[in-house]
């Protein structure tokens, strides 16, 4: 029977209402959630760890760096064929993501947490624990990098978002839909695995600013992050990825002080590509050395950068890592 490691790292699996504030907090321990998840010793033996009980807007880059050396460090052991990790969902994807760019090991990776508190009706932590582990254990998830596990689907690091703010199936893919299922404890993918990229750092460069861009915006914001000293800049532009003409001087700013600007689009759904060639349009943005973000939201593209910054200050080399495969 395969051993598993099970990470605990906070979020809303772990709490319950506080009857004094009349509000969730973090209250269980990874023992007393575990203890929910009842028939998994049929499946998989448990390893029970923990590495934080933080809600997920606490969670930080230089946090995720170290969760990604300590799950390394635990599926180094021979006896480990894989982890599970619960999240808060708020920032779930961007762990999930750093993670995925950063841990070497081969072996699964499953992110998990609930959406609902054991407090509340239809608490789902302990079924989307379950159905981590089952994906954990299986052979077709070694080589598929780090996966989101929520409501029985399964979806790559890269490639999920949290789409609603309640609903128990808040996890969506919502260029690619979800890579499998796990149904009567089994885990069925549906497409194979994608190509991967990984980054062995050491720190991680936290000065990157995401910036969302809307009608009428100009430069300042641009402009502030440059005064603080900032590394690199997210834009998260409209469309294909354009923005608004006043905002051009301030990118145009930033690229000439070598600090790399990212274009990634608002919407929820499509890529971005130097497509127009107005004034603010994505075509005059590339001629000017700004770095396409592909499918990737703004969350994940500002971890991308930090990750690349962390690597080199080469903005050629920065752009590779960006838009391999893009055209």
Excluded: W
């Excluded at 790292?9 to 772990?14: M, Q």
């Excluded at 007393?32 to 049929?42: C, D, H």
């Excluded at 939201?297 to 495969?325: C, N, Y």
């Amino acid at each position: 029977m395969k051993k598993v490691a099970v990470i605990f790292n906070g979020g809303t699996i772990s709490m319950k209402v506080d009857p004094r504030i009349q509000a969730a907090v973090p209250t269980l321990t990874g023992e007393e959630i575990m203890s929910m998840v009842t028939g998994i010793e049929r499946y998989a033996q448990i390893e029970s760890y923990t590495f934080s009980s933080l809600p997920g807007p606490h969670m930080t880059p230089k946090m995720m760096l170290e969760l990604s050396g300590y799950i390394d460090k635990i599926l180094d052991r021979e006896d480990i064929s894989g982890a599970v990790v619960t999240h808060g969902t708020d920032t779930l994807e961007e762990t999930a993501y750093f993670l995925d760019l950063t841990i070497k090991s081969n072996k699964p990776v499953v992110m998990t947490g609930a959406m609902r508190n054991s407090s509340e009706l239809g608490y789902d932590g302990p079924a989307n624990l379950a159905a981590s582990i089952c994906t954990a254990i299986s052979d077709e998830s070694i080589g598929r990098g780090v996966m989101v596990c929520f409501n029985d689907e399964l979806y790559y690091a890269s490639e999920v978002t949290k789409a609603n703010s309640m609903s128990l199936d808040a996890f969506h893919s919502p260029n690619f839909g979800p890579i499998g299922i796990v149904d009567n404890n089994r885990v069925l993918f549906y497409r194979n695995s994608i190509k991967r990229q990984h980054f062995d750092i050491d720190d991680i460069e936290t000065r990157v600013d995401l910036i969302k861009c809307a009608a009428g915006m100009d430069s300042k914001f641009i402009d502030f992050s440059l005064s603080q000293g900032v590394k690199g800049i997210v834009i998260e532009g409209t469309g294909r990825g354009n923005i608004p003409p006043g905002m051009v001087d301030g990118v145009g700013r930033a690229i000439a002080r070598g600090v790399p600007v990212v274009i990634v689009s608002r919407c929820y759904q499509g890529r971005v590509l130097d497509s127009y060639g107005y004034h603010g349009g994505g075509k005059e943005l590339t001629n000017m050395g700004v770095i396409l973000g592909d499918t990737l939201p703004g969350q994940k593209a500002r971890i991308k950068l930090m990750v690349a910054l962390s690597k080199t200050s080469d903005m050629k080399e920065i752009k590779e890592i960006f838009e391999m495969g893009l055209y």
